[in-house]
């Protein structure tokens, strides 16, 4: 479904993200891990249409490579940031009816898809009226996951739905995100909890320094013994 191939990135002189290549089949859920720094969100954001990037990204076979943002999402894949930004006035339900703006000239569509969005997610019809900005953290990660989805995405890229919450919190993202997951969608996925990540993904490619430093299986790479080393750097 989606085909990076030998991605690069710069950020003025630096090199970013060096000869990335990874594959994301219909229907898995792969994640991408590493430690801090080592280019995990810029392979995404170049993904997504926000970088500029050289290489090849293809998506069901078409290349999407230099399109804008807004074109990659008109493709079929939309970008949950790490910064979980709410329209922090707004309402939870005004939220979602935003998330799905390219459909906007479509109202019965527009409501349709936000009653199916509040009927699969319990905790957001609750707080269907709520005042965005004072959602719990929890909260707000799957406020923003479900407005990403208002797109009808075919792919869903998520930059650490985990950061900064709490444990039992991170099981309760995990629940949700495999929820989506029933619904068809396919997700890549960058994380620093290696652990949670690896026991709900297929598969895991592991960046270093802006490479691709390992990847298979998850279960594969969750017992290698090199991981804790590669997110040292060492
Ligand atoms: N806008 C920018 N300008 C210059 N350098 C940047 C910029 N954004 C990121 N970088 C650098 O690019 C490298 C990769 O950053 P990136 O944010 O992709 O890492 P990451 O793997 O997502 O890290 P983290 O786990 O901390 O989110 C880092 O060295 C970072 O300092
Ligand atoms: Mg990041």
Request: glycine share 8%; with cysteine; net charge neutral.
């Amino acid at each position: 479904m989606l085909k990076v191939e030998n991605l690069n990135v710069r950020y003025g002189a630096v090199t970013a993200v060096k000869d990335v290549s990874l594959e994301v089949s219909e229907g898995e859920m792969v994640c991408l891990l590493g430690a801090n720094g080592s280019g995990k969100t810029t392979t995404m954001l170049a993904i997504a249409g926000a970088l500029k990037a050289s290489g090849r990204v293809t998506f069901n076979g078409e290349d999407i490579t230099s399109l804008s943002p807004e074109r990659v999402l008109r493709k079929g894949i939309a970008m949950v940031p790490e910064t979980r930004e709410v329209f922090s006035d707004l309402t939870v339900r005004e939220n979602l009816i935003l998330g799905g703006f390219i459909h906007r000239r479509n109202r019965k569509k527009s409501h349709h898809d936000t009653e199916q969005m509040l009927d699969l997610f319990q905790v957001l019809r609750e707080r269907q009226n709520q005042q965005s900005g004072t959602l719990s953290g929890g909260e707000q990660q799957q406020l923003v996951i479900a407005r990403a989805m208002m797109s009808q995405p075919k792919l869903l890229l998520l930059d650490e739905p985990s950061l900064g919450l709490a444990p039992a919190i991170v099981h309760h993202i995990y629940d949700f995100i495999n929820k989506l997951r029933s619904t068809g969608v396919t997700i890549l996925l960058v994380e620093q909890n290696a652990n949670m990540a690896l026991k709900n993904a297929e598969r895991a490619y592991v960046m270093a320094l802006g490479k691709i430093a390992k990847k298979g299986a998850a279960a594969e790479i969750a017992a290698s013994s090199d991981l804790e080393a590669l997110y040292l750097g060492v």
